[in-house]
């Protein structure tokens, strides 16, 4: 049986087998250069041996250095902490679906993919791709499968940075580590989601905040060990024994018994005569050193993850200072989400669509936006405004602005204040009944709405229907003059000479009030 076509070319012009698609290209092994097992790399860091690491790592070799770079997530507190606050605040953003066009459509394509992207395993994806944050690269690979007669991502699955590389000749494409080919293998198309952190120009692993921070988790190693070895020694409170003159080589020895002891038990007796004294430990201002020198270089962590350091510490400067770095952190939240969101459009919403709905020319996006405090305030306002100054503006667009979706048609719909939705095929009874006495523009209710129809207003629609006949004495004299007439004067003549009569009309009148009053008073 041949193997289905897609309707799509791949990043090498030829056909995409779809069945391809459904086999994950990536799988560990138990062994070989794709195992999930490794050895340790940050045990005994020395700088020559990071030197090495991070010379071999330009040259190709990647291996020891995206371990390493994985294993100070794991023990640098600092390092954890800040990276991930900045992967979470690029995760937590809500993501909007932008249509192609107002059109049909594009509508229910932006819909498929707003489905796409709120199952539970996107949101993981997401997740996964921030880490590149740290290593330069992150690779999420897309098992495809058929959902409801729908091609849609039945897995996504992280892989080891380890597994992949990157090509000889250009060092930006990456290739799948291969025993059998130092050159590795090329991915799959639409197989995976390659996101690139881009937080520098260059070569992708070298744009990775790992590739600064390693040099602050060595050093701050060693002086957390100095400080450590230091306060083992001068952390510890003095114990200074004192023996009378002339004490026997016994009696020192005792002393000295007692003593070492009492470190331990807190306890101890000794001779008469002899005394023990605890001397306060003064290691505070030699250990001030090792913290400052800790301390700067968490500062300095700070600084390369988060551009800068009162986030996690509260350093003097009051509001001022944490408001202009908070707006420096948005700067780059912003940066990250338009980078993820480009990776996200182009790997995996243009396939999805392309595979479900065939090539477009023009295909929906997704969005991170990153919502300022204002924003949605003022471009509510902004839009009030030009609406009421006779722009135009479409509904879809305001809604994808502020991420709402288009609503079905069987839709419970939310209407302003004073206003209700209006029936299906209203009678023209009810039609006269929801007369709008609300404000068409901010939807107050200006007057009471006017209730059912009664049985003087069923009088009323009775005697509209023979009011040309009612009224035909006194307006056809009229009429006819007008019509005869051949200038204002002479129609001034003819008026006079008219003889309208209302009699008829008068009559009429005046038994219809009659009535009227005589079912207001049955009704009171």
Same mark, same amino acid.
């Given at each position: 049986? &041949?193997d289905p076509v897609?309707?799509i070319?791949g990043?090498d012009?030829? @056909?995409v087998r779809?069945k391809?698609l459904?086999?994950p290209q990536?799988e560990?092994?138990l062994t070989?250069?794709?195992?999930?097992?490794?050895e340790p790399?940050?045990?005994g860091?020395t700088?020559?041996?990071?030197?090495?690491i991070?010379?071999r790592a330009?040259e190709?070799?990647l291996?020891d250095?995206?371990i390493l770079?994985?294993?100070?997530?794991?023990r640098?507190?600092q390092?954890a !902490?800040v990276?991930?606050?900045?992967?979470?605040?690029l995760t937590?953003?809500e993501p909007?679906?932008v249509?192609?066009?107002?059109?049909?459509?594009?509508?229910e394509?932006?819909?498929?993919v707003r489905?796409?992207i709120?199952?539970p395993?996107?949101a993981?994806?997401?997740e996964?791709l921030t880490?590149a944050?740290?290593? %330069?690269f992150s690779? =999420?690979?897309?098992?495809?499968? !058929?959902?409801?007669?729908?091609?849609v991502?039945?897995?996504y699955r992280?892989r080891e940075p #380890?597994?992949?590389q990157f090509?000889?000749?250009t060092?930006?494409?990456v290739m799948?580590?291969?025993q059998g080919n @130092?050159?590795?293998?090329?991915?799959?198309?639409?197989?995976f989601m390659v996101?690139?952190a881009?937080?520098?120009t260059?070569?992708p692993?070298r744009?990775?905040?790992?590739?600064?921070a =390693? #040099?602050s988790?060595m050093l701050?190693?060693?002086?957390a060990?100095?400080w450590?070895?230091?306060l083992?020694?001068?952390g510890?409170p003095?114990?200074?024994?004192?023996y009378r003159?002339g004490a026997?080589a016994?009696?020192k020895?005792?002393?000295m018994?007692a003593?070492?002891?009492?470190? *331990?038990? &807190?306890?101890?007796?000794?001779?008469?005569?002899m005394?023990?004294?605890i001397?306060?430990?003064s290691?505070?201002r030699?250990s001030? &050193?090792?913290e400052k020198?800790?301390?700067y270089l968490?500062?300095?962590?700070s600084?390369?993850?988060?551009?800068?350091t009162t986030t996690?510490?509260a350093?003097?400067?009051g509001?001022?200072?944490?408001?202009?770095?908070?707006?420096v952190?948005?700067d780059i939240?912003?940066?990250?989400?338009?980078n993820?969101?480009?990776t996200i459009?182009a790997?995996l919403i243009?396939?999805f669509?392309a595979?479900n709905? %065939?090539?477009?020319e023009?295909?929906?996006r997704?969005?991170?936006?990153?919502?300022?405090?204002?924003?949605?305030?003022?471009?509510?306002?902004a839009?009030?405004?030009?609406v009421?100054? %006779?722009?135009k =503006?479409?509904?879809? =667009?305001v809604?994808?602005k502020i991420?709402?979706e288009d @609503?079905?048609e069987?839709?419970e719909?939310?209407?302003?204040p *004073?206003?209700e939705?209006?029936?299906e095929?209203?009678?023209?009874?009810q039609?006269?009944a929801?007369? *709008?006495?609300?404000? @068409?523009v901010h %939807?107050?209710?200006? &007057?009471?709405e006017?209730p059912?129809?009664?049985?003087?207003?069923e009088l009323?629609e009775?005697?509209?229907?023979?009011?040309?006949?009612?009224?035909?004495?006194?307006?056809e004299?009229?009429?006819k003059a007008v019509?005869?007439? !051949?200038?204002?004067e002479?129609?001034e003549e003819?008026?006079k000479?008219?003889?309208?009569d209302?009699?008829?009309l008068?009559?009429?009148l005046?038994?219809?009030?009659?009535i009227?009053r005589g079912?207001?008073d049955?009704s009171d």
């Amino acid at each position: 049986m &041949a193997d289905p076509v897609s309707p799509i070319l791949g990043p090498d012009g030829r @056909p995409v087998r779809r069945k391809l698609l459904m086999e994950p290209q990536a799988e560990p092994e138990l062994t070989g250069i794709r195992s999930v097992w490794t050895e340790p790399v940050a045990t005994g860091l020395t700088p020559d041996r990071l030197a090495s690491i991070l010379r071999r790592a330009d040259e190709g070799d990647l291996h020891d250095f995206l371990i390493l770079a994985e294993e100070i997530e794991e023990r640098e507190p600092q390092y954890a !902490t800040v990276l991930g606050n900045r992967r979470r605040a690029l995760t937590l953003i809500e993501p909007t679906v932008v249509a192609a066009s107002d059109d049909k459509p594009d509508q229910e394509i932006a819909d498929a993919v707003r489905e796409l992207i709120a199952r539970p395993d996107f949101a993981f994806a997401l997740e996964d791709l921030t880490d590149a944050l740290g290593k %330069g690269f992150s690779a =999420v690979e897309i098992v495809w499968g !058929t959902e409801k007669g729908r091609w849609v991502p039945a897995e996504y699955r992280w892989r080891e940075p #380890w597994f992949f590389q990157f090509d000889r000749r250009t060092g930006k494409t990456v290739m799948l580590r291969d025993q059998g080919n @130092p050159e590795g293998v090329a991915l799959n198309p639409y197989g995976f989601m390659v996101h690139l952190a881009r937080l520098k120009t260059g070569k992708p692993w070298r744009a990775g905040l790992a590739r600064i921070a =390693v #040099w602050s988790f060595m050093l701050k190693g060693f002086s957390a060990k100095d400080w450590m070895a230091f306060l083992e020694v001068y952390g510890i409170p003095w114990r200074l024994g004192k023996y009378r003159s002339g004490a026997t080589a016994e009696e020192k020895h005792t002393l000295m018994r007692a003593v070492r002891g009492i470190a *331990g038990d &807190a306890a101890a007796i000794v001779p008469e005569g002899m005394e023990i004294e605890i001397l306060e430990a003064s290691a505070s201002r030699g250990s001030d &050193a090792f913290e400052k020198k800790c301390r700067y270089l968490d500062e300095q962590v700070s600084k390369i993850v988060l551009g800068q350091t009162t986030t996690t510490d509260a350093i003097s400067g009051g509001h001022a200072v944490s408001k202009e770095h908070q707006e420096v952190r948005r700067d780059i939240q912003k940066a990250d989400a338009r980078n993820l969101a480009a990776t996200i459009n182009a790997q995996l919403i243009e396939p999805f669509v392309a595979f479900n709905f %065939g090539p477009q020319e023009v295909y929906p996006r997704v969005a991170l936006p990153v919502p300022d405090p204002e924003d949605l305030k003022a471009l509510m306002e902004a839009t009030e405004k030009f609406v009421k100054l %006779g722009g135009k =503006v479409g509904m879809s =667009v305001v809604r994808d602005k502020i991420g709402f979706e288009d @609503p079905d048609e069987d839709e419970e719909l939310l209407t302003p204040p *004073g206003r209700e939705p209006p029936a299906e095929d209203p009678q023209p009874a009810q039609a006269r009944a929801r007369h *709008g006495s609300g404000c @068409p523009v901010h %939807g107050h209710t200006l &007057a009471r709405e006017m209730p059912e129809p009664d049985e003087i207003d069923e009088l009323v629609e009775d005697e509209l229907d023979e009011w040309e006949e009612i009224a035909a004495p006194l307006v056809e004299p009229i009429m006819k003059a007008v019509e005869e007439a !051949t200038s204002f004067e002479d129609l001034e003549e003819r008026l006079k000479s008219a003889h309208p009569d209302g009699e008829t009309l008068a009559r009429r009148l005046a038994v219809l009030t009659t009535i009227a009053r005589g079912l207001g008073d049955v009704s009171d």
